[in-house]
């Protein structure tokens, strides 16, 4: 049985904290995330010609994943507030939906996961909003991390 990891956001009472990393040193650390908006070919065609009511969905989403990024730590209680020295959405049309990939990296004494997760799913959630009119039933799907750099836990690659 493989030993049980301490979780670093609670501590030995059981209460929620922020992890002190005063301690740790500052290196570079960058984060990918992925995320998919699930949509009908009738939408992606809205999308790809540019006839979606609200205008320009893909530009609203990158701006909005970007902004979601840089304020992480307002919306995600223990999260760390970090100067982000990279901030990239790319967004992808596919056969299934629009696949959205955030980057983001930092020099920092703690990564950037947390801000990469939150790009997509800002990226996401705006593309929902922009395109609910046309389809209310769109879903925002499989929203991971598929990379990870820097740190003391070193590299991290999804299979």
Do not use: N, Q
């Amino acid at each position: 049985m493989p030993a049980r990891r301490r979780l670093t956001h609670v501590d030995a009472r059981g209460a929620a904290r922020m992890v002190d990393v005063g301690g740790k040193p500052v290196s570079e650390r960058r984060a990918t995330a992925r995320g998919l908006l699930r949509v009908s070919t009738a939408t992606l065609d809205l999308v790809r010609d540019g006839r979606t009511p609200k205008g320009d969905v893909l530009a609203a989403a990158r701006i909005a994943g970007i902004m979601g990024a840089k304020r992480t730590s307002e919306l995600i209680p223990l999260c760390h507030p970090l100067a982000l020295t990279h901030a990239s959405v790319e967004l992808t049309l596919e056969d299934d939906g629009i696949a959205i990939e955030a980057t983001v990296a930092t020099a920092e004494r703690t990564g950037v996961e947390m801000e990469a997760l939150t790009a997509v799913a800002v990226a996401g959630l705006t593309l929902y909003d922009m395109l609910k009119s046309a389809e209310r039933g769109a879903r925002l799907t499989d929203v991971r991390l598929v990379g990870k750099s820097g740190g003391r836990s070193g590299d991290f690659r999804a299979t």
